[in-house]
């Protein structure tokens, strides 16, 4: 691994091969480093990089790190992309300016209540089980369409939702890494055919952003390509 500054610009350099592929611009995708595990300091030499977008897992943890980079806190742009419980959703709604992980409306709800009325609204994405693995989190995908109805007619001053997440299984090969993005982009053209208005696609990591970036990614979450193995 090289430096967080070279790692940056070698995955940047990646978004960008697969976007030239995917005849998509550069700038369609958003990339979102995932500082889980690592401490204030990476994520000020990530910031210092160019990197705005900051992606955390652990709920205690994102907000101790959002706390410690509070001097930055207008230039970045924190988003939650682990599980949320019910209990821990009046902290993220006041810290956070994204959740990826609404599997369920109770969530969404005591979102939208707990969001301070100051603060622009909390961009939510569904996490879908697009892998339909009985051990993972996210909503079914038979289940999005009324869950993203029910979400969207939340107050939209305090919660917009914005599109899907997922986290498929793992796979190797090019095309069994690109069947579940396809999947996840056919649900959200669904969606948008029946009246939302989605424009995001959260989807692809260290190991299969161009397979997702060539279904339509609009965020990659990548970690260990940017900060080192975990
Ligand atoms: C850890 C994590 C990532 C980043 O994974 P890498 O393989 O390190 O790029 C992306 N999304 C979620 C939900 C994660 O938990």
Not at 49 to 55: D, E, K, L, M, P
Not at 76 to 93: C, E, R, Y
Not at 200 to 212: F, I, N, R, V, Y
Request: one cysteine or more; glycine letters at 8%.
């Amino acid at each position: 691994m090289g430096s967080i500054g070279s790692n940056l610009q070698e995955v940047k350099r990646r978004i960008a091969g697969a976007c030239g592929h995917a005849a998509r611009p550069a700038n369609s995708v958003t990339l979102l480093a995932v500082s889980k595990t690592f401490g204030p300091d990476a994520v000020r030499a990530a910031h210092a990089a160019g990197q705005s977008h900051f992606g955390e897992n652990y709920v205690q943890e994102g907000l101790a790190k959002i706390e410690a980079l509070a001097d930055l806190r207008a230039q970045l742009q924190w988003h939650l992309i682990g599980p949320l419980q019910s209990n821990k959703t009046k902290p993220v709604a006041e810290a956070f300016d994204w959740v990826h992980s609404v599997d369920r409306l109770k969530i969404a709800e005591r979102l939208a209540a707990q969001r301070p009325p100051g603060l622009p609204p909390l961009q939510l994405c569904l996490q879908v089980n697009i892998s339909e693995e009985a051990s993972k989190s996210g909503v079914a995908p038979a289940d999005v369409p009324a869950l993203a109805a029910a979400v969207a007619a939340l107050p939209r001053e305090r919660v917009r939702l914005r599109g899907l997440m997922a986290i498929p299984e793992p796979a190797t090969t090019p095309q069994a890494q690109r069947a579940p993005h396809a999947a996840l982009h056919a649900l959200l053209r669904a969606l948008n055919a029946q009246g939302q208005s989605l424009d995001t696609l959260s989807m692809g990591m260290s190991a299969d952003l161009e397979a997702a970036v060539a279904e339509g990614a609009t965020i990659v979450r990548v970690g260990s390509a940017i900060f080192g193995t975990r």
